[in-house]
């Protein structure tokens, strides 16, 4: 990912995406606390847009909140970095990762005077679990290994060192041939994906854990209206690992995922074993809608 022509947004400027460096004593690097958001641009009929700019925004400063990290900017200049980066390298889709991170002014637990650096970068990015998972649906392992507890890993923030957990699952997952990782929490009762939320359908009904320890993702939110606006009704609620099991569909959620069918889990086939057909319609609205041919939700479109 370093050697590439462009520039990235760092501590208010644009630098050459190679010069974009750290030292290695950067705080951040070795403990992990930072805060970062993955934010979307999707070719439209009207140029590059990035959807749900100021929810991706906001989420980020309550992240760095909830740690008790100051981002020295304004909201509005992060947003608008976000907006110059696709901007500024000619991207029309893209992905997007603002994040902040302490620097090097000082090490250990008890460092004192770290300043708080910002960054943002934008790439392409295509499907994120492949273009066959999003039609036909993935494969999902429950992981052996379980999602934060809510008092230890603060879960309503998008934290760095939060991944290595995620991670941890991804490579259990995928070292035993499935695609992704679904996380239990502490209680035994699922959480998220990895790096996404995840829905299952019964009888025509959508159902999606409570937030607790899984990330207030905005692309949950985004199918709640989704749903809402088509008369499917939405609950969230604990669910147990054999209601996966025995779902007529589940999906998978988030702006690296999109919208993912999920057609197995352990071995299980999850109603047909492929794309439900409320998935494939929710699925389908969430890219009519993020790549402009909704008016309707014209407002969560930010052109750039
Ligand atoms: C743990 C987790 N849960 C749910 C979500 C969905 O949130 P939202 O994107 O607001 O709908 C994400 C986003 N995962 C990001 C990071 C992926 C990565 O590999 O890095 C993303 O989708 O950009 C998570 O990381």
């Not at 997007?96 to 090097?104: E, K, L, Q, T």
């Not at 352990?266 to 008016?295: H, N």
Request: glycine share 10%; hydrophobic share 40%.
């Amino acid at each position: 990912m370093a050697d590439r022509d462009g520039l990235i947004w760092l501590d208010g400027e644009m630098v050459p995406w190679r010069e974009a460096k750290v030292h290695v004593l950067t705080h951040t690097l070795h403990y992990g606390m930072g805060v970062f958001e993955g934010v979307r641009a999707y070719r439209t009929p009207r140029g590059p847009a990035i959807f749900r700019l100021e929810d991706h925004t906001r989420r980020l400063f309550n992240s760095a909140k909830i740690l008790g990290m100051e981002i020295p900017f304004d909201p509005e200049l992060i947003s608008q970095a976000q907006i110059e980066v696709v901007r500024q390298n000619k991207l029309d889709s893209a992905y997007i990762r603002p994040m902040c991170f302490y620097g090097s002014e000082s090490m250990g637990l008890h460092a004192q005077n770290l300043k708080v650096h910002c960054m943002v970068a934008a790439w392409p990015w295509g499907s994120y679990l492949g273009q066959e998972g999003l039609e036909r649906g993935i494969r999902v392992k429950v992981s052996s290994f379980s999602r934060h507890h809510i008092n230890v890993t603060m879960c309503r923030a998008k934290s760095n060192g939060s991944y290595m957990n995620s991670m941890l699952a991804v490579k259990d997952a995928t070292a035993c041939g499935y695609d992704e990782a679904l996380l239990l929490d502490t209680e035994g009762y699922v959480a998220e994906g990895s790096g996404e939320n995840v829905f299952i359908v019964h009888d025509g009904a959508l159902y999606t854990p409570d937030l607790t320890s899984a990330l207030d993702g905005i692309t949950r939110r985004t199918i709640f209206a989704f749903a809402e606006s088509f008369g499917i009704p939405v609950r969230e609620k604990r669910i147990t690992r054999d209601e996966v099991y025995i779902a007529d569909e589940a999906f998978f959620t988030g702006t690296a995922a999109e919208v993912t069918p999920i057609r197995e889990v352990d071995g299980r086939a999850i109603g047909s074993g492929s794309r439900g057909p409320i998935t494939e319609r929710l699925q389908q609205q969430y890219f009519d809608v993020v790549q402009g041919r909704d008016a309707g939700y014209d407002h969560w479109l930010s052109y750039v």
